[in-house]
């Protein structure tokens, strides 16, 4: 079940712990993924006591960073090879209040560990200490829901405490080809009906759709939060766009759906939180799209991509910036609202390919 090219890798770090007295697995969808034959780089480990020594050894031993999250008593190792390693200690959780972050704190065992996940296909966990290596520890029947292709939350409450889990759980059906256990879909069908994911924060929300954004089964994924209703949760009037195949950039996929929401498409981009660089291309592209003129200077190559999969047939000439200005038009001696009108003009006929030059322009405007 483990990959040759980790085997290696991750008996070194079990032994390490070992030498410290520390219980280590693999935990998580790295498990699922090598149950399933596919390639990961991400491979979460949970350690029973204090993992930083580990992750400090993993990084003098191969090369790379480490980052500390101490809230979450995790921390993150970029190794030079490109591998990701999410170190955490053993813990359990619980959550105040519906859809907040939820309270950790350690716990010495592993089922604890597992159970805070979100579905059994992610809770179950292999040893990489040197005397039990590669022996599996499944409590809540992940290899079987995995062999049936069922997606399962652990307990009742599940989407109550994370109703962000509404989207996991579609998006993991949707990557896989899964269905939703019964019960499972009973349960998220209750919850959207209750709202469930008006209880989560726009940060959490955007992250969660991000990953959707992500998946090269994007159109399957769509398609069951269109099943389940949760679609009206992410936007009014968002729907699937069949332009979202043309390309697996999410800032173009994004891109899409803004200039398909029409008006609204720029308060759904900024709803998103995303950063600054971002918003900038995609809300530029936005603006292009609802005006339907060439633009008045260069784009960036990032703001002509999403256009072009957006407007698949467009003239080469409708995104390079209008070949006449309302300085050269002031010159023809028209002013005022004349310029703005006949630039418009300009722009229209450049965007729809009825004219590529600035002589062109000149024999429309004669016209």
């Not at 990959?3 to 008996?11: D, F, I, N, R, V």
């Not at 697995?25 to 399933?36: E, H, I, K, P, S």
Request: aromatic content about 12%; overall charge positive; hydrophobic content about 40%.
């Amino acid at each position: 079940m483990i990959p040759e090219k980790y085997k290696e890798q991750l008996y070194a770090v079990g032994t390490y712990a070992s030498k410290l007295g520390l219980k280590a697995w693999v935990v998580g969808g790295a498990v699922r993924d090598f149950y399933l034959k596919r390639d990961t780089q991400d491979i979460d480990l949970a350690f029973s006591g204090n993992q930083e020594s580990v992750a400090e050894f993993c990084v003098k031993q191969w090369g790379g960073d480490k980052h500390k999250f101490s809230r979450f008593f995790t921390y993150r190792v970029d190794l030079a090879n490109g591998v990701k390693l999410d170190m955490v200690r053993t813990r359990k959780e619980s959550y105040p209040y519906p859809g907040c972050l939820p309270l950790v704190e350690p716990s010495p065992y592993i089922k604890d560990d597992l159970f805070r996940r979100d579905f059994t296909t992610n809770a179950w966990c292999f040893s990489i200490n040197p005397d039990t290596f590669g022996q599996l520890y499944d409590p809540f029947g992940a290899q079987k829901d995995i062999q049936k292709g069922l997606v399962r939350i652990l307990h009742d409450k599940s989407f109550l405490d994370d109703p962000t889990r509404l989207y996991r759980a579609v998006r993991f059906a949707g990557r896989f080809g899964w269905k939703l256990a019964p019960k499972t879909e009973w349960l998220l069908r209750a919850a959207v009906k209750e709202e469930y994911p008006l209880l989560v924060s726009r940060n959490r929300f955007s992250h969660e759709f991000l990953k959707i954004l992500e998946e090269p089964r994007v159109k399957e994924i769509f398609a069951l939060m269109e099943k389940y209703d949760l679609l009206k949760f992410a936007w009014p009037g968002l729907a699937w766009s069949d332009a979202l195949l043309r390309t697996g950039s999410v800032l173009e996929r994004v891109g899409i759906l803004a200039c398909q929401l029409g008006e609204s498409g720029e308060e759904f981009v900024r709803s998103l939180h995303l950063p600054a660089e971002f918003n900038h291309e995609v809300i530029g592209a936005w603006k292009v799209s609802q005006e339907k003129l060439c633009p008045l200077a260069a784009l960036s190559a990032a703001k002509k991509q999403i256009l072009q999969t957006v407007f698949t047939h467009l003239p080469s000439a409708a995104l390079e910036p209008c070949v006449m200005s309302g300085k050269e038009l002031k010159e023809m001696g028209l002013a005022g609202r004349h310029i703005s009108a006949t630039l418009t003009r300009v722009r229209q006929a450049q965007w729809e390919g009825r004219i590529k030059t600035k002589a062109e322009a000149l024999k429309l405007l004669k016209k």
